[in-house]
């Protein structure tokens, strides 16, 4: 026999359940601009001394991890990837349109030693882990992974810094040139099909940043649709009729589906399962 307490306890949560379930619908009837929730919601864009990052259109993408922050223009395709920084906090930095920051790169500026703004051209890949720093990079440049371009550097277009690589502070780099080393130096002329790469590897880039952000813009209920919709055509032999998920079953149990039966849900997590059940109720009457 259940004991009193239990029983009080039972009744206590279940009030303060539907409670909640009462304040969250009022809460989003009472919504000016509707709100969605994303499971990346920590993508950093940080105001400096009342500046903010400016990102133009909306075909770009800023990975969830990646952090731009004060005086930053980006132009439209342009991709931030995870882990990356671009620091605009002492002086200004501007990104032209189709080019990518990768990985755990970082853009930044110089004030105090030295005054030098950060301009980065159009169809320029920065590679993973590389530094660029208060210097100019012109259009289809590729830096290397973990290369570093320093203060007052200029890298001329149509070039390649080396993976590892360090450009030194004041150091020009001409077009058609591949530099590598610690400093960096000349090592050759580019060939006509190594330029041509520049530009493809930016392409490249591009295309896989709008799927990324396609994937990123997704919400918890988009997710478990394609999980489940995946598992059934996994499960589902050939010929095998198909079952709609979200039309109405007659056999249903509390939003869980018809017992004994293989069924699409959310089984481990089932307040969640019915929650999306009433949301989809709502949505067809």
């Not at 990346?40 to 500046?51: A, E, H, L, Y």
């Not at 208060?134 to 320093?150: L, N």
């Not at 130096?185 to 880039?205: M, P, Q, V, W, Y």
């Amino acid at each position: 026999m259940t004991s009193i307490g239990t029983r009080v306890v039972v009744a206590a949560s279940s009030a303060l359940r539907k409670a909640g379930a009462a304040m969250e619908s009022f809460g989003k009837q009472i919504e000016v601009t509707k709100y969605t929730e994303r499971l990346v919601p920590s993508t950093r864009f940080v105001s400096v001394d009342g500046i903010a990052p400016v990102v133009s259109g909306a075909n770009n993408f800023v990975a969830p991890s990646a952090s731009v922050v004060g005086d930053v223009s980006i132009g439209e395709h342009s991709s931030v990837w995870y882990g990356a920084t671009v620091r605009g906090d002492v002086n200004k930095i501007t990104v032209g349109s189709k080019t990518n920051i990768g990985d755990r790169a970082v853009v930044h500026v110089a004030k105090i030693q030295g005054d030098h703004a950060t301009f980065i051209g159009s169809n320029v890949s920065i590679r993973a882990g590389a530094v660029v720093h208060a210097c100019t990079i012109k259009d289809f440049v590729m830096i290397g992974e973990s290369a570093q371009v320093m203060d007052g550097a200029v890298v001329e277009s149509n070039s390649i810094v080396a993976p590892g690589s360090l450009v030194t502070a004041g150091t020009e780099v001409p077009s058609g040139e591949l530099w590598s080393g610690a400093p960096a130096k000349k090592e050759r002329a580019l060939t006509t099909e190594e330029i041509a790469f520049i530009a493809e590897s930016a392409h490249d880039t591009l295309e896989l940043a709008y799927l990324h952000s396609v994937e990123n813009s997704k919400d918890y209920k988009q997710l478990v649709t394609e999980a489940e919709d995946q598992l059934d055509k996994e499960l589902r032999e050939e010929g095998e009729a198909w079952f709609d998920p979200n039309s109405p079953d007659p056999e249903d149990v509390l939003g869980q589906g018809a017992p004994g039966r293989i069924f699409n849900s959310t089984l481990t997590n089932p307040e969640e399962g019915l929650k999306m059940r009433m949301d989809r109720a709502k949505q067809s009457a």
